[in-house]
């Protein structure tokens, strides 16, 4: 076995399961041998499940499903039967183990897919860096000393160190995205209600989804095939295509797009798009123009869409404190995000602030009359330093994601698809990004996008030095 086939990505690995060129076992044994080597240097997990997954690989042995023993990570905020998800706090709040697994991950297992670990959070998935009191800082692969992007973190870090072939996330105001983008990732916030939340319902007021890290366009889809579509009795608002596969989709070169793109910040949000980002941004286009799309230069008619999006972040946040055993234990961070939220939406407030981020979304979606996606930088800069701002205040740790991550949340209170696409590094060999976003239920048209995108300039032959 060699470390090559730590970065074949899911569906190539479960080829070889399904044809008997490789075993479960083996596949498992050698993402074990690379988390014990190689996760002190980035710390993406917050525990390792070998005995349980070695011991799933030896009845894996003839699996035939899309995932036959791949392994994959869990992050921290989903339902795993047998085992507590902390999301990033100390034990005081810690909730039993779960009794059943995420509809989302019960897919996946039954893909054939090996859960090896669970991945590191910043307490409750509240900020776009990952350190914790509880856990310590998990570290960019590429660069140590900056972050891996946060909420889903641990995963971006452990699919880009080659310690996974993928990773579960989540996304309430760009947290797949980000980490994606961090860590030259292919990650796709799915379309509100594309995957299911239960046995839960969805976090922060619906602003976040369940969905994957991958580092292919086409290991991204399949992961997205699979997790798809929801358990009887619950209403499913975007069946599969009729057409075929999102990973057929990536395949697929797109027809002729309208293509907007905008560098604009959402108002009410301060910083600057840094030089290597605009010029990523900026390379891109051309090559989808060159590629025969239309492209036209558009700006989303935010309004105050980022103000409604932080009213219901604080508010989610605060429903997320109240429910605690121990919420006094929570990192000061945390603390004084629960109690903006208390405050500035109190429970009478709550309804209208729902009506209004409908009708915000409705005015930002109006941009797809003219359009048929609209690109982004996903970040405003290269990933900073690997603490961001913890332990500082929740005003500057809002301020600093604010300027580092502006381009992502308005697409989660609209509730549309949106992909981070890998678009080469910068001078210090950090991965660049542009974020791909359509219209509800599109992801087909992102992925065969972000594929054409893939073929016209490569990039998973590249992998974190040392890795």
């Known amino acids: 076995m060699t470390d090559d086939l730590a970065f074949a990505g899911p569906a190539e690995l479960g080829r070889l399961v399904r044809s008997r060129q490789v ?81 989302s991950l019960r897919r996946l297992r039954a893909a054939g897919a090996i859960p090896i670990g669970i991945t590191n959070v910043p307490e409750l998935m509240i900020f776009p860096w990952t350190a914790t009191a509880a856990n310590g800082i998990t570290r960019n692969p590429w660069d140590a000393a ?3 992007g946060g909420s889903s973190g641990g995963s ?31 990650g796709m916030k799915p379309s509100r209600g594309r995957v299911s939340s239960a046995p839960g319902l969805p976090g922060w007021l619906g602003l976040s989804t369940a969905g994957a890290l991958a580092r292919t366009v086409s290991d991204s ?12 009795g619950e209403q499913q608002p975007f069946p599969r295509r009729a057409a075929g596969s999102f990973v057929a989709a ?23 798009v840094a030089d290597d980002q605009r ?35 604080v508010r989610g946040v605060h429903e997320d404190a109240a429910a605690l055993a121990a919420p006094e234990t929570l990192e000061r961070s945390t603390r004084q995000m629960a109690a903006a939220g208390r405050v500035v939406v109190p ?46 205040s929740a005003a500057v740790a809002v301020n600093t994601a604010g300027r580092f991550t502006p381009f992502t949340a308005v697409f989660n209170l609209t509730g549309q698809p949106a992909v981070a696409v890998p678009a080469g590094w910068d001078s210090d060999g950090v ?36 890795y």
């Open 23 to 103: 075993s479960p076992r083996e596949l498992v044994e050698l993402f074990l041998s690379r988390i014990e080597r190689l996760d002190p240097r980035c710390n993406a997990f917050r525990s390792v499940m070998a005995e349980e997954a070695l011991a799933q690989a030896d009845l894996s042995v003839g699996a035939d499903g899309a995932l036959a023993g791949v392994p994959i990570a869990v992050k921290d905020d989903l339902a795993f039967a047998g085992h507590v998800a902390t999301r990033g706090m100390r034990g005081a709040n810690w909730p039993g183990p779960a009794t059943q697994d995420a509809e």
């Open 146 to 148: 900056r972050t891996c």
């Open 156 to 186: 971006a870090a452990a699919v880009a160190g080659g310690l996974v072939a993928a990773a579960t996330g989540s996304d309430g105001g760009g947290s797949i995205r980000i980490p994606s983008a961090c860590c030259g990732l292919v």
């Open 221 to 232: 889809a399949l992961l997205l095939d699979v997790m798809h579509g929801s358990p009887p």
């Open 250 to 272: 990536a395949a697929t070169a797109p027809a002729r797009l309208r293509i907007a793109i905008s560098a604009k910040l959402p108002p009410g949000l301060f910083g600057r």
């Open 279 to 313: 010029t990523a941004w900026k390379r891109t286009a051309s090559l989808l123009c060159d590629a025969g799309h239309e492209i036209l230069e558009r700006d989303p008619s935010y309004g105050l869409a980022q103000l409604v999006f932080a009213q219901t972040w």
């Open 347 to 392: 429970d009478w407030r709550r309804a209208s602030l729902l009506r209004s981020r409908e009708r915000a979304a409705a005015r930002i979606m109006a941009l797809w009359d003219e359009c048929d996606v609209l690109m982004t930088p996903t970040t405003a800069r290269a990933p900073i330093p690997a603490d961001g701002a913890y332990g500082r």
């Open 431 to 466: 991965p660049l990004s542009v974020q791909l976003v359509g219209r509800p239920g599109a992801e087909d048209v992102l992925y065969a996008l972000a594929g054409e995108l893939e073929r016209l300039a490569p990039w998973a032959d590249r992998h974190p030095p040392g």
